[in-house]
């Protein structure tokens, strides 16, 4: 299996070196031995198409990802059809930033089965991190067509929205999945979203519509955390959370009248 091997450090000891004649035969040298490095056998020829996506299953899980692309094709010679092992490749092609290996293997996922939502939504996900955010919401909307119910679904939806700056359709696709799972923003929002958004203007007019998503369903938790985080980004319109129907819950909260008097001097409302 392909492994990069660590260097070895070697260290020879001067502190007092011996002529050659205490030294006889040899030198007092110190070897620092390697890590021991976890073997991962080949796949086995005998190996049944189930036991062979399990260990890749297995090996993804450990983020061991080329010996799981290894285990992967080996599946995929015992059943070369399989849109669902495609897709599992395709997405740790997507793991290790290999886009163009991700988006091929994504579509034969596809191709071998045309219902698969999954494997639409991950193909938007290929390009989202390519930055090609047109071609990512196309995606996505085949995805929801199939299963008009999944909250990732929208959540990628509004990433991408998000991401081309057309906030409106931002909020509307995350309020949705907001609707149909209360916590798969928070997990999405720390996979990435900030990370396309390149200015401060942009990363706080995200934080305050998260504010305003959350305040709106009652989570004030999370509201008070992304509204402090539209404060430390310099959010410009910052007084609409006085303004805004959504956070009247909120504002009822004495957090939030202490977070507000708190706001840098430089936040004008």
Do not use: W
């Amino acid at each position: 299996m392909r492994r990069l091997l660590p260097l070895v450090l070697v260290f020879a000891v001067h502190a007092s070196i011996p002529s050659l004649a205490q030294q006889g035969s040899s030198t007092e040298q110190v070897q620092v031995s390697p890590p021991t490095i976890q073997h991962v056998e080949p796949p086995p020829i005998t190996a049944t198409f189930e036991e062979l996506d399990k260990s890749g299953d297995r090996l993804r899980a450990e983020k061991s990802y080329l010996d799981a692309l290894d285990y992967y094709r080996a599946a995929l010679k015992k059943k070369p059809d399989s849109a669902l092992t495609y897709n599992k490749i395709g997405i740790v092609e997507l793991q290790i930033q290999r886009y163009k290996e991700a988006r091929k293997d994504f579509e034969k996922a596809i191709k071998a089965d045309k219902n698969f939502s999954n494997a639409y939504n991950n193909l938007g996900a290929v390009y989202y991190e390519q930055k090609k955010y047109g071609s990512a919401i196309k995606q996505y909307e085949k995805a929801l067509k199939l299963q008009p119910e999944v909250a990732t679904f929208y959540c990628n939806m509004g990433a991408a929205y998000f991401a081309k700056k057309d906030f409106e359709k931002a909020s509307l696709h995350y309020a949705k999945a907001l609707e149909l799972d209360p916590d798969v923003l928070e997990r999405h929002s720390r996979t990435g979203v900030s990370a396309q958004l390149p200015t401060p203007e942009d990363r706080a007019k995200y934080a305050f519509v998260m504010a305003k998503l959350y305040a709106k369903s009652g989570s004030i938790d999370r509201s008070l955390e992304y509204l402090k985080r539209a404060l430390e980004e310099g959010y410009k319109d910052i007084g609409d959370v006085y303004k805004d129907s959504e956070f009247a819950g909120l504002r009822k909260d004495p957090r939030f009248t202490s977070l507000m008097e708190s706001k840098p001097a430089t936040i004008q409302e």
